[in-house]
């Protein structure tokens, strides 16, 4: 599936995914929302990480209001799942997702972002969710992704209120783990998705899948899913040839730089 609004770049094993509707600043259509599901759901075998980036001055003013219509019960519940299916395959799909955030990062563009793993904003970036003042409510996922980032309190508020978060204080409630300067935020998301490409595939599938699933279990589970993981994971063939590198001296050491 093809669309004009979303684009495909691959550059040193990493899959650059940009929304291309600047001029609506990124609204997700229902036709945008589906080239997305296709994408990560064909990315090439060679793609190791991803970076989700937009199109202009914002990353995502969230849903093409133009599509909002009147639904019943039923078809309300079905467009939400095709939400939840498309954002599924950005956090459970092949490779670790980097957003570069910028501008508007509101409503399901909030939603969106919170999809991802890793989150990188520049000093333009504002969060917001104005869905209680427009009558709806969240239906892409955000009532259980976003509270994960910052809390059920933080949520409520922005909900009730309108509360508009800036760059700084954004950073600050966990809504992106970096802050760079204007213009920055691509640069900065492509350089950490080329360092986690280098990751054996398998560690990078376990943080992926197996993290945030043990960090929902009891801690008796938890413990046993630990030590699953980590006995999967370590008989890789390329884990033990890190660690026999590591071993013998040729494996870097991790320091304070």
């Known amino acids: ?33 589906l080239a997305l599901r296709n994408t990560f759901e064909t990315l090439p075998s060679t793609v190791r990480a991803a970076v989700l980036d937009g199109e202009g001055p914002h990353f995502c003013a969230g849903l093409d209001l133009s599509e909002l219509k009147e639904r019943d019960a039923g ?20 490779v670790p997702v980097i957003a570069a955030l910028h501008g508007a990062v509101v409503g399901g563009g909030l939603e969106l972002a919170s999809a991802c793993h890793i989150r990188v904003a520049d000093r333009s970036t504002f969060y917001a969710l104005p869905e209680g003042s427009r009558g709806i409510f969240v239906g892409g996922g955000g009532s259980v992704r976003i509270p994960k980032l910052i809390g059920v309190a933080r949520m409520t508020d922005m909900m009730m209120t309108g509360r508009v978060y800036n760059a700084e204080d954004g950073e600050r409630a966990n809504f992106a783990q970096y802050l760079v300067d204007e213009g920055a935020a691509f640069d900065k998301a492509f350089e950490l998705a080329k360092r986690v490409a280098t990751n054996a595939p398998l560690t990078n599938y376990a943080l992926m899948h197996a993290l945030p699933r043990i960090a929902e279990q009891s801690a008796d589970h938890g413990f046993f899913t630990e030590a699953l993981m980590s006995g999967i994971v370590q008989n890789a063939p390329e884990a033990k040839a890190r660690v026999r590198d590591f071993l ?5 050491k991790v320091s304070k730089e």
């Open 75 to 94: 078809q309300g519940m079905q467009h939400s799942r095709l939400w939840h299916g498309a954002l599924d395959l950005i956090q459970h799909g092949p």
């Open 248 to 252: 013998e001296g040729r494996g870097a």
């Open 1 to 33: 599936m093809t669309n004009p609004d979303l684009q495909l770049d691959i550059r040193d094993d990493v899959a650059i995914v940009r929304l291309t509707r600047g001029a609506k600043r990124n609204a997700l259509s229902d036709s945008l929302i």
